[in-house]
């Protein structure tokens, strides 16, 4: 039985109210392949390609359009520091599955700090013992670093049968952290979870099972885990870190 709680993503053609803005969202390749619908097989779907290739803008899309919080968190979450979205939320029609999530989070490395700050300030009206923060590790994620406050987060407060977005969880986490992420990811898949997650982490993606897109100039496609740049260019280097270096220098020269 198909359990996941995002099955497709489609791009809608809209006639009215398109900004000046949604001209470089809907000039980037990977949204408009969106026109034939994006499939998802796979309970973890993997967005990678190179920078800018529009992993990010989409994420974004498909969490706002599903009722998330631009800047992160759970979907009870309503503040806003900055407007720099895109509208292509607006411009994209997800098929739900028939089971609801009971749990979600959109977690970016980018405004993870403005998503802490507003748990503080949520905190402030509780005493000690009620406090939100007993689900975050039970301190402010501020007086966390930034790799132990994400992990805090994925350890405690997601809670299963739900749908997590994670836009470059990586970012602040030690390769033996990202290892211990995809243990926690595995328990909460095993409880039912969907996980999409925009990563350049060639640990993160290679999850087994995971679902990976590669977004490029020509659109988006499936790509096997050892097909990734990702893969080939750790691997290259891992083995050989003076030869592909140097390789590199000659090329310069
Ligand atoms: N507000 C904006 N106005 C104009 N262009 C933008 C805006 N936000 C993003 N872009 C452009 O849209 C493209 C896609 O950006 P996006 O952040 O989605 O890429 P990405 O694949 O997530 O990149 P990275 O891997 O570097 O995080 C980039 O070329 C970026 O410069």
Do not use: C
């Amino acid at each position: 039985m198909n359990t996941l709680y995002i099955n497709r993503i489609e791009r809608i053609e809209r006639l009215q109210g398109i900004s000046e803005q949604a001209s470089y969202y809907l000039a980037l390749p990977a949204v408009r392949a969106l026109d034939k619908g994006l499939a998802l097989h796979s309970p973890v779907t993997i967005l990678a390609g190179e920078n800018g290739t529009g992993k990010s803008t989409l994420l974004e899309a498909i969490a706002v359009n599903y009722g998330f919080n631009p800047e992160g968190g759970t979907r009870n979450f309503n503040f806003a520091s900055a407007q720099t979205h895109s509208g292509l939320y607006r411009d994209i029609r997800l098929i739900k599955g028939i089971k609801r999530p009971l749990d979600g989070f959109f977690l970016r490395a980018e405004s993870f700090y403005n998503v802490a700050t507003e748990l503080d300030r949520l905190d402030e009206a509780y005493p000690d013992d009620l406090k939100l923060n007993r689900y975050y590790g039970g301190k402010s994620l501020h007086h966390q670093s930034h790799g132990e406050s994400f992990l805090a987060l994925m350890l405690n407060r997601f809670s299963g049968q739900g749908l997590y977005l994670l836009d470059e969880p990586e970012a602040a986490l030690s390769p033996s952290r990202q290892l211990t992420l995809l243990a926690q990811m595995h328990h909460l898949l095993e409880q039912g979870s969907q996980f999409i997650i925009a990563t350049h982490s060639p640990i993160l993606m290679g999850y087994p099972g995971a679902e990976i897109f590669w977004l490029d100039e020509e659109g988006i496609r499936p790509v096997d885990y050892k097909e990734t740049e990702h893969y080939i260019l750790t691997r290259k280097f891992l083995n050989d870190p003076k030869s592909l270096l140097r390789y590199l220098w000659d090329e310069k020269e």
